[in-house]
Every structure is written in C-alpha cells, then in structure tokens.
T-cell receptor, first 112, second 113 residues
Framework: KQEVTQIPAALSVPEGENLVLNCSFT??????LQWFRQDPGKGLTSLLL?????REQTSGRLNASLDKSSGRSTLYIAASQPGDSATYLC???????????FGKGTKLTVNP | EPEVTQTPSHQVTQMGQEVILRCVPI?????FYWYRQILGQKVEFLVS????????KSEIFDDQFSVERPDGSNFTLKIRSTKLEDSAMYFC???????????FGPGTRLTVL
C-alpha cells in the first residue's frame, strides 16, 4: 500500500527566501506525481504534474523534481511571497490505479 | 479558464438522512473522481468513474455510497444513510486522460449531526 510522507509538516520563512518541500513515497511503481496547493477551507489547486519518465518540471517560480527509484520528489519555490502561504500536497498516482494518494502536506507560511 | 464547480458549498444533515452532492466537471473531461478529506486528515480517494461506470473504488466506498452522471454535465455522489463519520469535505475531480493530471473542485463541506 502506497504511503506518502511530507517533511516538514510546517515551515515559516521570510519573504524572498528560496525553499524546498520534500515528499517521499514507499512504492516507486507510479505513473506520475502531482503537486497541489490548498488554501484553508478551499479546494486543491494543481501546481505541477511530473511524469514518471521526467526528472523535472517547471512552472514559473516552481520547480518539481522526481527521483522515482528512491521514492522522492521535491518542490522548489523561488523567491517566496506572502501569497505562497498555503498547504502544499504531493500525490503520486500508483501504477495500476487511477487514484491519487496524498500526503498530509507541508503548511507554508511566508512572512512579509 | 474552465473550472470544476460543486454544489452546495456546505450541507448540514441529520444522521440517517440521504444527501446528494453535485459536481459539474470541465466539459472536455472524461474521467471523474470523488475524494474526501476529514478535518485534519489526508485527502482520501473514494471512487473513479468513466464511461458511465465505476472504474475503481476504495474500501470507504461501501454500499451506502453511489455515483451517477445523470446527464452530460452533472456528476453526483449520493450517501444513502449518513453517519457522523461521513462529516468531511468532499471533492470532485476530473481529467482528460487517464493516469494524468486531475483538476479539483472547491469542495462541499458535509456536516452530519
């Protein structure tokens, strides 16, 4: 059974800092991995999808990497802004399944 | 940009009552999903739906749950007899391609009293 862990659980940084959020998963047989942000009481906004054959995917100030064999993905946020404050979730899609398996997330606070 | 919409945003019901949660997926999506998130916990998969059939379901999705696409636009989740532990945020999601990016709606907060 796929288990997803995100470290740290919470992170507080000053505005302008570059930061890395970590995601690990126990079963490397995945199709792809999706990163989301979730604002309090709101839905999930898709940030990036990284295919299992890819190493990296970039969107604006965000860069996601994937090391499938070691069961790890990272989300790099450059030049953080207060508007980046949210919970960030990673979710691989398990091989042979359509479902996203979520971690508990990293709650990011960017202080002005 | 098209978005997934869900209604109602908040539903309060009494234990044992039936509820129907509604979703309007993005029009060119073919694969549809329901997930839920109990307060403070992880988002959990409930069911996937394609071509008017359930393609995958979790152990949570028991006989009390059903899904339907009654017309070309709506996608519904029905809970026949709600329990206190069904209180959660329910998210509808959709995608164009299987095993690919999924786009989520804003959720329906279900409170069972």
């Amino acid at each position: 059974k796929q288990e997803v862990t995100q470290i740290p659980a919470a992170l507080s940084v000053p505005e302008g800092e570059n930061l890395v959020l970590n995601c690990s998963f126990t079963d490397s047989a995945i199709y792809n991995l999706q990163w989301f942000r979730q604002d309090p009481g709101k839905g999930l906004t898709s940030l990036l999808l990284i295919q299992s054959s890819q190493r990296e995917q970039t969107s604006g100030r965000l860069n996601a990497s994937l090391d499938k064999s070691s069961g790890r993905s990272t989300l790099y946020i450059a030049a953080s802004q207060p508007g980046d404050s949210a919970t960030y979730l990673c979710a691989p899609i398990q091989g042979g399944s359509e479902k996203l398996v979520f971690g508990k997330g990293t709650k990011l606070t960017v202080n002005p | 940009e098209p978005e997934v919409t869900q209604t109602p945003s908040h539903q309060v019901t009494q234990m044992g009552q039936e509820v129907i949660l509604r979703c309007v997926p993005i029009s060119n999506h073919l694969y549809f999903y329901w997930y839920r998130q109990i307060l403070g916990q992880k988002v959990e998969f409930l069911v996937s739906f394609y071509n008017n059939e359930i393609s995958e379901k979790s152990e949570i999705f028991d006989d009390q749950f059903s899904v339907e696409r009654p017309d070309g636009s709506n996608f519904t989740l029905k809970i026949r007899s709600t329990k206190l532990e069904d209180s959660a945020m329910y998210f509808c999601a959709g995608g164009k391609i299987i095993y690919n990016e999924q786009f989520f709606g804003p959720g329906t907060r279900l409170t069972v009293l």
